[in-house]
Every structure is written in C-alpha cells, then in structure tokens.
C-alpha cells in the first residue's frame, strides 16, 4: 500500500511530518486540524495524483506505536471508493465516535489508497453446489413454507456475516442503524434499496460489474458482482446441509448456540461472529437481525418455483426476509422461516449480508 502520514496532538493541535521519503506517493501534503467549534470532528485535507479514481482510506493510531494503526471508520469527504484525483481533497473525520478515549497528545493518522484487502470488507464463504429439501420439513411451520419441493443450486460464494455498521459506514458514508457502540454490530433500518446500492458500490470498489440496475432494481445474476442473496441460496447456505429447526439441532438450547432471539438477545443486536459458526463456515444465519434476500415475495411461490437456481416471483410488492431476528421468538429463526417487508422501509431490526458468482 502507498502511504502517507501526518502526526496529530488529539483534539489540540494537529500537524504533518515531512513527505520527502513519499515523494512518488499519489497521496501528497496531508494535514490534519481540529476543529474549534468543541467538537471532536478532524479536518483532514490531502493532494491525490494520478489519472483515476482510486479508494481511499483513513487510518490512525491512539499510542505511541506507529505500526498499529485501526482503520478509521465514521468519515465523510473524499473518502472511501472512486475519490477522483486532485488538490485540496478533504476527509472529515469523527474522532470523537472512533477513539473516544484517545485524549491523548501523542497520536498520528495516514491517508493511503486500499488495496481492498483489509478485514473490513466481507469475507466471503465458498458455498458449493448442491440439492436440497427445501421449506418446512418439520411439518409444523407455515402454510406459505410448504410444499416441501427440491431445489438444486450453483455455487456461490456468500459474506461470512452479517453486513456490518463499520462496513456499511465505511462504503456508504452514513449509517441507518438504531443500535449503537461497535463497529462489529450488524447494519440495520437499511431498506432493500439501499442493501443494493450497497452490493453496487463494494462491486465498484473491487471492480466487478454491478448486479443492479439502480433504475428498473433488476439484478442480472449472470454478472459477477455482489448482489443479495436468493431466498433459495439464503435458506440452503443457513441449513449447511442439515433437516432440523436451526442448523445446530431441533430444541431451543441448540438456537442458543446458533443465534440471537428474543430469548437471549437483551433487546437489542450484538457483534457479528459471536455465536457457533455452521457448517458452512457462516456466522449468524439464525437471529440477529432479520436479513433481506433479492426475491419478490410470493406466499404461494412453493406451489411453482422451479427446481434449478429459483429467482423468485416477477412482481410483488414486498421483498422476501429470512432468519428471525433479535425479537423474534425461536419459530421465527427457524431454517425454514419465511418473511417478507415493504422494500423501502428500513426496520430496526432488518439487515442483510451478501453473495456473488463464484470465482472461476
């Protein structure tokens, strides 16, 4: 990664070091400033050369140690996927939110081009090809989760967790969420549409090609860049291949182990990762916050879905939700569970985590 840095007095007095050892860097003359209004926002002004759009991310260090810089996440401006080159570029910053503690006059931050590689990005799970029973197998669910009917899918490959608020902030430049205090929460109150021009936006960020059109909300499956999952891919990547309840048994003991629900959850969302990871090697497919899938929803979409790689219904007025969440009962959560919500309304309780094609 190209670098540059600047040394900063936290909330007194910030100032840069020399660049000459940068001196083919694209990021150049980087200064960092209080602002004086009693806030803990930090101006960060930079140079960017260079004939193209790059991704640009801030980072900064609470001690005196200059290898262990975080990644820093609440930050308007020039910031994050397609910053176009030029001088005066400005990245506003919320030290106040990100390190909150680091009152302290002895703290640096660097301005860098990613390379997209950093753990704030979703990891993605390789989800291979298979046949399941789809719907209520138990035969104690809900008239719309049945016929039980089989469905075979192509692999795919699908985020390990939820979308977190760190990662939504980080590429949307705002965060919806009703829950508060860690990065590591899931992102929620986002509404479909704006799950979507997420995956457009991480797609840019790689450089892949969008899934979505952002005007006809079309996905073209066929592209190979991140998109919302199907309620078939959703549902066969939560089993991993298992016919109970919950991916971890029948009983509620084994939802606690998988998930957070009303039982367990203490109101509110909790950090992705926390509970047993599936078989598939996926965080978080029980509970949490309810996650939204790319299908229309369709109550009697079972009766006639097709057997290869369903898509779901052409039209509907509400988008297809899976997993229960933190104020779901354990019914809720089950593998088998079928939601659907108002594609612009974001509920506090309502998430989403991301697939793609897989690599070649």
Known sequence: ??????????????????????????????????????????EVSYDLSGGQPQFIELYYTSDSVPSEYE??????????????????????????????????PDCRVRV???????????????????TFQMGDLSGEGNEQERPVHQVTLSAFEMGRTEVTQGQYQLLMGSNPSYFSGSNNLPVEKVEWYDAVRFCNKLSTAH??????????????FSRNGYRLPTEAEWEYACRARTETLYNTGDSTSDLETAGWYSENSDN?????????????????????????????????????????????????????????????????????????????????????????????
Request: proline share 5%; glycine share 10%; with cysteine.
């Open 1 to 42: 990664m190209k670098k540059a840095y600047a040394s900063l007095f936290v909330f007194i007095l910030i100032f840069v070091i020399s660049f000459s050892a940068f001196a083919q860097n694209p990021v150049s003359n980087v200064l960092a400033t209080q602002r004086r209004d009693g806030s803990k926002i930090v």
């Open 71 to 104: 990644l820093a996440i609440t930050c308007t401006g020039d910031f994050g996927p397609n910053v176009d080159p030029g001088t005066g570029k400005l990245i506003l910053w919320d030290a106040g939110t990100d390190a909150p503690n680091s009152e302290i």
């Open 112 to 130: 860098q081009i990613s390379r997209i590689q950093s753990s704030i990005y979703p990891v993605m799970i390789s989800i291979p090809a298979g």
């Open 207 to 220: 450089g892949l090609l969008h899934c979505y059109d952002e005007v006809s909300w079309e996905c073209d």
């Open 268 to 360: 509110k969302t909790h950090p992705v990762g926390q509970k047993r990871v599936n078989a598939f090697g996926l965080f978080d497919m029980h509970g949490n916050v309810v996650e939204w899938c790319n299908d229309w929803y369709d109550e009697d979409y079972y009766e006639t879905s097709p057997s290869a790689d369903p898509t779901g219904s052409s039209t509907s007025i509400s988008r297809v939700v899976r997993g229960g969440g933190w104020y779901r009962t354990a019914f809720g959560c089950r593998s088998a569970n079928r939601g659907s919500t108002s594609p612009g309304y974001g509920y506090y309780g309502t998430g989403f985590r991301v697939v793609r094609r897989s690599s070649p």
